[in-house]
Each structure stands twice: as structure tokens, then as C-alpha cells.
């Protein structure tokens, strides 16, 4: 599956290395409702071409996951400040699909 990095060179080796920590950064920094989406651009990183094949759960059990991960926050960051902010859909949902 990783073959392909025995063929690169020492540079190159280094360069994907920077465009991977990137993406991780990207996927590390999402803060606010980003926090809730789905991440292809991150999926995109790896060299296989793959559609990814999402099971998405009835609205009920989707928002009982949202809770328990939201209460997650609460109890692995209980000092991050909070924002009341409504989500508002606009251009940057594109990305996202």
C-alpha cells in the first residue's frame, strides 16, 4: 500500500512529509462547528484514490453522538472557552461535501 515512498527521494520524501503535517494542522486546528464535519480533505492526503463510504445514522442516534461528543470537550478540555454561536451554512459548507 506504501510502496511508493521506497521510490521517492530524500527530498521528496521531506515534502510529503510537510504537505501531510499540513493537513493534520488543518484537521487539528477545525474549531467551532467545524468540529462536527466529516474531513475528506484530510482523507485526500493519502495517495489512494478512494470515495469514501460514509453510514450516516438516523437523526436521533447522529445527535445522541453529537451530545456524547460534545461532553467530550467538556471533560478533555473543561478550561477552552465556549462561544454561543449559531451555525450559519454559507460557501465553506462546498468544501465539505
Not at 463510504?53 to 470537550?73: E, I, M, N, Q, T
Request: hydrophobic residues 35%; charged residues 30%.
Amino acid at each position: 500500500m506504501d510502496a511508493d515512498l521506497t521510490l521517492k527521494s530524500r527530498d521528496q520524501l521531506v515534502e510529503e512529509v510537510k504537505r501531510l503535517r499540513a493537513g493534520i494542522r488543518t484537521h487539528r486546528d477545525s474549531t467551532g462547528h467545524d468540529l462536527c464535519w466529516h474531513h475528506p480533505a484530510l482523507w485526500s492526503l493519502l495517495p489512494e484514490p478512494v470515495e469514501p463510504s460514509v453510514l450516516v445514522p438516523s437523526w436521533p442516534k447522529f445527535l445522541s453522538g453529537c451530545v456524547h461528543y460534545r461532553a467530550s470537550l467538556d471533560r478533555q478540555l473543561p478550561d477552552a472557552p465556549r462561544a454561543d454561536m449559531e451555525f450559519m451554512a454559507g460557501a465553506g459548507d462546498q468544501e465539505r461535501k
